[in-house]
């Protein structure tokens, strides 16, 4: 393919500013000049770059950009000290640009200090004059300093040697920025903000003389230029004071509102337009004025993630505009009625995720979002299609970082330009069973949230993102006002042999719903990711809770879902803001920081002792379980570092002493990633795994928090913490947490232990079943302000993990129970009201009788033998 070197060929041959203009799409001009100093400053002949010979030249098309690359070539014959400083015509029509003129002879100087001169090539003449005795080098050298010095005098007669300096006098001004002139000779390769990194944007409208625009903060600005040669030397420094009337406040002004990083591959429509194209080609960043006034972006700059440097250009009142990968595909894509602020400078955004930062123009940060390619953060974008997207459109910088202020798009390939987000989704998935049994097959639950019906038809249902078109949702299906349609594996999975069938992993999978609507737009309804479920289990949203989906208490097709399913062990106090450390702790251990002192504590809710033996917790930290023991009622910290490593003796003890803990409080650590969700950074996730009783190392989700700093959640003093009210309630609720004192191990809290004795057992439900009865709501358990079965499902199921007819709760309904309750001897006895669940009584009306029997063996817990399933 020869088309790249076919249009550099035409743009070459042109003149004036048909090519100055032209030529930089299709060239790296720096590097030019510098592969022209290089020909030139050796003083050799019959090359292209020193004398514009047509051979001797070698031209390389770089992929990521298409720019032709020129490497000089041959450089060995015909020297002459006096060759000309500029030989090129090619070089001669670039040289009509300041800048670029500019830059060249700096170029040349560059090289003639640091390489090209008599003090660095002795070192190298003296090595050669060792493996060659016989041969002298001093000509080499006598000639090379009269080349070089006659270099130096072209280079002076075109520019004289001046000093750096500001020639702009200071001032006042009504505007946001500036434009600052100066002068600076042609080895000042570029100007920077004093204490800045980040280089500015020059015009030089002379060799020597040069102006660049400054945004400025209101009042008076003190601004100090400094200037840096070809080796990012300083070398030259100036200031001026400039006062201004007029804000730009581009710190609380610009947001991230939108990320490709993942973009769906091109269509052949999209090739057809653009040959070449790829996945990543699509690539965009969209950019969001979130106050009410324009903004300058000059010198806005991405300091992490891609490269790119903002020139002078102004992002209007809520106006939203994009940084793309590649203009020309962006087009095709999307259109041209979206505003492109510019294409990535290089680089490309991360498909596993990466953290983008935008800085002002003196460094300091404006806003970050690091997103990753897994939960908390949409998989949907992840290559399927779908784009991440802001959802808050407003607030601080804080506020963008959130992984909960961002979704998944609705429309395939997102919807760049615009920050008025489509409508909340009308229909989603609201429960999955993926292990199901003879009774309860594989199913998926969509509910319709809105007050009106909506007609399905045709929609898709699939497990695979790379195939969203499975089964396809039969014709006249209507999923009415705020209820509910089922699908099975007799509907998804009718014939396991068609391509368009597809069965759920009993151990994770996705289920993804999408439709397609007349014009062939993809419109991405839902998507859920859910891990292995434990038989009898289903996974969706729990009632009256958040929209994140977790593991629920019972299986209710058709029907509003129960609460979740918890524990054994639950997260119970989250501590990351611990304030300072106390002189006491310091005293112990001088190097004990805040970090040390952050800790997750866990809790035994159950009336059993556990193991957790390779259980696991995941999110934003992590840690892996050894063999430890945790009794029924008991509570164990998890510390940033090994309070069990001897190397650790000093620091554990000071812990102790900072929260005053005796030696009983048990702790383990350490912790990897972070426990904070502060005002730095976006949300805490904490995710608690078992491990389930089969032989493939799958793990069940026994509990999880997805905390914040700000409403609704608790907002954390230095030395308080997040802990748990309510241990059979939804950890991702913000209403079932508390800030208080920090209380590492020394307290477990729940609302189903009802008789506040420490443990879950017989006695609560016993309790629960009486508050039914009577209507006692204070023991509602799934938050919906009223007691009734549902909260029994949750205690049962949730809490204690076991089900319907297990009278010894010893995690198994089998023969052993039956004998036990028959032993009692109160089956339909006709005495009312004198049963318990021990004696049989599992639907709380306080007789055992035929509907408990019937009750537990629907529920599908009875099993033939005794075995557990549960640590």
């Known amino acids: 393919d020869y088309s790249q070197l076919m249009a550099f060929s035409k743009i070459m041959g042109l003149t004036g500013s048909a090519f100055t203009s032209q030529i930089g799409d299709v060239i790296d001009v720096d590097q030019w000049l510098r592969a022209f100093a290089f020909s030139v400053i050796t003083g050799h002949g019959d090359n292209y770059g020193a004398d514009g010979s047509q051979h001797n030249l070698q031209l390389y098309v770089r992929p990521e950009d298409g720019k032709v690359l020129f490497f000089p070539h041959d450089l060995d014959a015909f020297f002459q000290t006096t060759r000309a400083l500029v030989g090129n015509n090619d070089l001669r029509k670039m040289l009509t640009v300041p800048e670029w003129e500019h830059m060249y002879y700096g170029h040349v100087h560059d090289m003639i200090q640091t390489t090209f001169n008599e003090q660095y090539m002795t070192h190298w003449t003296d090595l050669y004059r060792e493996l060659i005795p016989s041969q002298r080098f001093d000509r080499h050298l006598t000639e090379l300093v009269r080349r070089s010095d006659y270099l130096i005098g072209q280079i002076e007669r075109q520019a004289s040697p001046l000093d750096f300096s500001i020639t702009t006098a200071d001032s006042s001004v009504n505007t946001p920025t500036v434009t600052i002139a100066g002068n600076g000779w042609v080895n000042v390769r570029e100007l920077r903000l004093a204490g800045s990194d980040v280089p500015l944007s020059v015009e030089w409208t002379d060799v020597t003389a040069w102006s660049t625009e400054i945004p400025l903060a209101l009042g008076a600005n003190q ?45 052949d429509q999209e090739l057809a337009s653009v040959p070449g194209l790829t996945d990543e080609s699509f690539e965009f960043v969209e950019l969001v004025n979130v106050s009410n006034a324009p903004v300058n972006l000059l010198g806005v700059q991405f300091s992490q993630g891609v490269e790119f440097v903002f020139p002078s250009m102004i992002l209007g009142a809520n106006e939203v505009g994009v940084i793309v990968r590649n ?15 510019g294409q990535f400078a290089s680089g490309q955004l991360s498909n596993s995720g990466e953290q983008l930062t935008l ?17 908390p953060w949409s998989e949907a974008a992840d290559g399927v299609g779908a784009t991440l997207e802001w959802t808050a459109s407003s607030g601080n910088s804080s506020a963008n970082a959130k992984p909960n202020q961002w979704r998944s798009s609705v429309s395939l390939g997102g919807n760049p330009g615009s920050v ?6 009308g229909i989603v998935i609201n429960e999955v069973v993926s292990n199901g049994s003879a009774n309860q097959p594989d199913a998926i639950e969509l509910l319709n949230v809105t007050n009106d019906n909506i007609n399905i038809s045709g929609w898709f249902l699939s497990d695979a993102g790379d195939n969203l078109f499975k089964f396809a949702v039969p014709a006249g299906t209507i999923v009415p006002a705020n209820g ?16 368009t069938s597809f069965a759920l992993g009993a151990g994770g999978d996705d289920v993804w719903l999408t439709r397609v609507d007349d014009e062939n737009n993809v419109w991405f309804e839902d998507h859920v990711r859910f891990p292995a479920l434990d038989l009898g289990q289903s996974w969706g949203r729990p009632a009256a809770s958040t929209e994140r989906s977790l593991p629920l208490a019972g299986i209710t097709m058709g029907a509003a879902n129960s609460g979740v399913a918890l524990g054994p062990v639950v997260l119970s106090e989250i501590a990351y803001r611990p304030g300072n450390p106390a002189a006491a702790a310091l005293a112990i251990d001088p190097t004990l920081s ?36 945790l009794n029924a009622g008991e509570s164990i910290v998890l510390l940033s570092f090994d309070p069990n490593d001897g190397a650790n003796a000093a620091r554990t003890a000071a812990f102790r002493t900072h929260y005053g803990l005796s030696e009983s409080v048990r702790m383990t650590g350490g912790l990897d990633g972070t426990v904070s969700a502060d005002s730095t950074g976006g949300n805490g996730l904490a995710r608690l795994w078992m491990p389930m009783n089969d032989n493939n190392n799958r793990l069940l989700l026994a509990d999880e928090a997805f905390y914040d700093h700000v409403a609704p959640w608790p907002s954390l003093t230095n030395g308080s913490s997040l802990q748990r009210t309510n241990a059979t309630g939804n950890g991702n609720d913000a209403a079932h947490w508390q800030a208080s004192l920090a209380t590492p191990g020394q307290h477990v809290t729940t609302s189903a232990d009802f008789n506040q004795d420490g443990r879950i057992d017989v006695a609560d439900i016993d309790l629960l079943c009486a508050a039914i009865q009577a209507g006692d709501h204070s023991l509602d358990l799934n938050g919906d302000s ?33 004998v036990m309750i028959f032993q009692q001897g109160e089956f339909e006895d006709g005495i009312a009201g004198n049963s318990t669940w021990a004696d049989g009584d599992w639907n709380c009306d306080g007789e055992f009788s035929t509907a408990d029997l019937v009750n537990a063996f629907q529920d599908g817990g009875y099993v033939a033998t005794a075995k557990k399933n549960r640590p």
């Open 223 to 267: 601004i100090q230029l400094e200037a840096y040669d070809f080796q990012g030397q300083l070398i030259g420094a100036d200031a001026v004071t400039v006062t201004t009337s007029v804000a730009n406040p581009v710190q609380d002004a610009i947001r991230i509102s939108e990320i490709n990083y993942h973009p769906h591959a091109p269509t």
């Open 327 to 341: 203009e020309g595909a962006f087009v095709a894509r999307y259109g041209d009625q979206v505003r492109i602020l």
């Open 359 to 375: 800085v002002d123009v003196a460094g300091e940060n404006i806003t970050s979002v690091d997103y990753t390619e897994t939960d």
């Open 420 to 425: 008025d987000r489509l409508a909340s989704r």
């Open 484 to 499: 509910y349609v089922v699908f099975d594996e007799t509907d998804f999975n009718a014939d396991p042999n068609s391509p």
């Open 594 to 629: 805040s970090a040390d002192l952050q800790f997750v504590e866990l809790s035994n809710a159950s009336s059993q002792a556990v193991n957790l033996a390779d259980w696991e917790l995941t999110g934003t930290l992590q840690h892996a379980f050894d063999a430890v023991m």
């Open 786 to 818: 009223d007691v009734s079965q549902a909260d029994m499902d949750v205690l049962i199921k949730g809490v204690l993990r076991t089900s319907y007819g297990d009278v010894n709760l010893d995690g198994v309904f089998n023969s052993n129970d039956l």
